[in-house]
Antibody, heavy 121, light 107 residues
Framework: QVHLVESGGGVVQPGRSLRLSCAAS????????MHWVRQAPGKGLEWVAI????????YYADSVKGRFTVSRDNSKNTLYLQINALRPEDTAVYYC??????????????WGQGTLVTVSS | DIQLTQSPSFLSASVGDRVTITCRAS??????LVWYQQKPGKAPNLLIY???TLQSGVPSRFSGSGSGTKFTLTISSLQPEDFASYYC?????????FGQGTNLEIK
């Protein structure tokens, strides 16, 4: 059974850093590209970043480029999101999601429960 | 970046109604379009992928159609558990943008 569990959220002052984690279980983690998606309170979903199955390739939304770094440790079945220079507009629930790509039909069939990051002084 | 525009943003309907939500892409995305349902405090739940393929376990009252730049999600007969928010997402190119969402409320 696929299981994704985010952690690392909390209340952080503007300008500080935070590292989110997503622990994966129930599947071969190293076979899948993984993504981060966030959702500000009362707002819609925003795609944030992707890391390829082997950790070599990454891509970011323009809104986070240069401040966020996505990485993974396949030996630990864990996905990470390093967030630097936090801004109030980064306040959101952060979800990790697994990308399915069978039959050339990409989608997010599995999501974590999310971790809330609140940026406030 | 590819922009996705959903309409309507808000929809009020009754149990048993047939409802349709539209998602328009700013450029041709073939059929790389996905629909999710999200309930308050929960992660999104995959409904439809490849524009029209029903995800396993999703009730058959949900259906999707379209290709290119115009897509629709239809719920044939609303059930009480269907009142939620709905999002489309494209997988043609990074960033994998979402539509702004449609809030489906009970009339």
């Amino acid at each position: 059974q696929v299981h994704l569990v985010e952690s690392g959220g909390g209340v952080v002052q503007p300008g500080r850093s935070l590292r989110l984690s997503c622990a994966a279980s129930g599947f071969s983690f190293s076979d899948y590209s993984m993504h981060w998606v966030r959702q500000a309170p009362g707002k819609g979903l925003e795609w944030v970043a992707i890391v390829s199955f082997d950790g070599v390739n990454t891509y970011y939304a323009d809104s986070v480029k240069g401040r966020f770094t996505v990485s993974r440790d396949n030996s630990k079945n864990t996905l990470y999101l390093q967030i630097n220079a936090l801004r109030p507009e980064d306040t959101a629930v952060y979800y990790c999601a697994r990308e399915e790509a069978e039959y050339h039909s990409p989608r997010f069939a599995y999501w974590g429960q999310g971790t809330l990051v609140t940026v406030s002084s | 970046d590819i922009q996705l525009t959903q309409s309507p943003s808000f929809l009020s309907a009754s149990v048993g109604d047939r409802v349709t939500i539209t998602c328009r892409a700013s450029q041709d995305i073939s059929n790389y379009l996905v629909w999710y349902q999200q309930k308050p405090g929960k992660a999104p739940n995959l409904l439809i992928y490849a524009a029209s393929t029903l995800q396993s376990g999703v009730p058959s009252r949900f259906s999707g159609s379209g290709s290119g730049t115009k897509f629709t999600l239809t719920i044939s007969s609303l059930q009480p558990e269907d009142f939620a928010s709905y999002y489309c997402q494209q997988f043609t190119d990074y960033p994998y943008t979402f539509g702004q969402g449609t809030n489906l409320e009970i009339k």
